[in-house]
């Protein structure tokens, strides 16, 4: 196939057949830092490991793709537009700091809540790229999961909500790891 002259549909199947494994492996490791530090550290430690840490994940998925055979920093891979629409998700999710930043100078507690809701919805697109339920599914019981533990356990939110993001990440690695790609006809 000339590699110049992909369709739309071929990006897409060629986009949806990697391993997306990298980027969910930086999100874990990263909340469950986030979780630990929540547990031995002041709130105001958390709240800094947060901020630094959710800022870092893109930067960690970087690294780690060198390791998971996906290489996002290799420049002999053909452009695929779908990698343009997955970088515009990941800068919708950096964007969503404008409504978490006022929340959290309201009432720093916030701060789990609203990043952790706020940037796991990249993951809606993601699922309608790749044909694929992983992203709803994420996206959606982090969505409820973070909500309600928030509600629930107003005392523990520094560590339940990222321990509680660091499952779901676990659970999407499987699917992940065991789902069919896409195949061209």
Known sequence: MDLTK?????QRAEFSNQK???TPLAGLIVW???GITGVFFSDRITVWTIFIGTG??????LFLSKFTGENFLDK???KNEFDSLFLFTVGQAVLVYAIAIPFFLVDYTSLPMTVGILTGLMWF???WIIKHWVGVFHAALRTVTVLTLWYLLPEYR?????FSIVL???VTLFILRNRKGIKLL
């Open 56 to 61: 870092s994940i893109v930067y960690l998925g």
């Open 158 to 162: 520094f560590v339940t909500i990222p």
């Open 32 to 34: 469950t830092i986030i």
């Open 6 to 10: 992909r369709t739309l549909e071929e």
């Open 168 to 170: 779901i990440y676990i």
């Open 76 to 78: 002999r891979k053909p």
């Open 125 to 127: 697109p993601f699922s």
């Open 20 to 22: 997306f494994l990298a």
